[in-house]
């Protein structure tokens, strides 16, 4: 919950370095290389890797930029992601900003998901106060939407298996490049249960 707070009070003062605006036409030539896995239009239809239609732009820019930071430092720094940091080791900061505004203008298909856990929604808008674990409608929202000013993704509608592929790596900390370390923080409280019950709810979510 500290850590919670003193990131929100951060966003203020965060700044976006100025490139080039992305053009979603180039984006959408460059993003064949994506396809194989992310799908022609950023929805996957491989449950492992992310949809990333419609996601937010400045999110899409954060995670590749440190994707490609993981490549030049041998995972020192960034996102190290043993198949995403080899692809965008090449890209220049153009090409980031051209994919980025190319899959943030897509439209999300969304998941059918049956025999959703009641605790999934349960953690989600409630958290669990006697174990610390802070709701996930703080910071994604009731719909799922997050908010780009302040970082914080789209999820709704994701793919349950990469939402619990995520959480299980913020939770080892094999993933730790949230803001402030605030998932680490979160999932670290979670059981495999609770895991299990938040990615189905949340792909859920419409």
Do not use: W
């Not at 994604?140 to 793919?159: D, L, R, T, V």
């Not at 939402?163 to 900390?173: C, M, P, S, Y």
């Amino acid at each position: 919950m500290k850590k919670f707070a003193i990131a929100l009070s951060m966003l203020a003062t965060l700044s976006t370095p100025a490139l080039a605006a992305g053009d979603a036409e180039a984006g959408k030539t460059k993003a064949i290389i994506c396809s194989a896995c992310h799908g022609v239009d950023g929805n996957s239809m491989i449950d492992m890797y992310p949809k990333i239609a419609g996601q937010q732009e400045t999110y899409l820019k954060k995670q590749l930029t440190e994707l490609r930071q993981a490549a030049h430092t041998g995972g020192k720094e960034g996102r190290n992601d043993p198949m995403m940091s080899p692809m965008a080791a090449a890209l220049s900061d153009q090409d980031i900003e051209d994919l980025a505004a190319y899959f943030s203008s897509q439209k999300l298909a969304m998941s059918e998901v049956k025999d959703v856990p009641e605790l999934g929604e349960q953690l989600y808008k409630g958290g669990d106060a006697v174990r610390g674990v802070t709701a996930c409608i703080a910071c994604h929202g009731p719909s799922g939407k997050g908010s780009e000013a302040a970082g914080f993704p789209a999820i709704a509608g994701q793919h349950a298996n990469y939402i619990k592929i995520q959480l299980n790596k913020f939770h080892d900390t094999s993933r730790n490049n949230d803001l402030n370390g605030m998932m680490q923080d979160v999932a670290k409280k979670l059981t495999s249960e609770d895991i299990e019950a938040l990615s189905k709810y949340i792909s859920s979510i419409k």
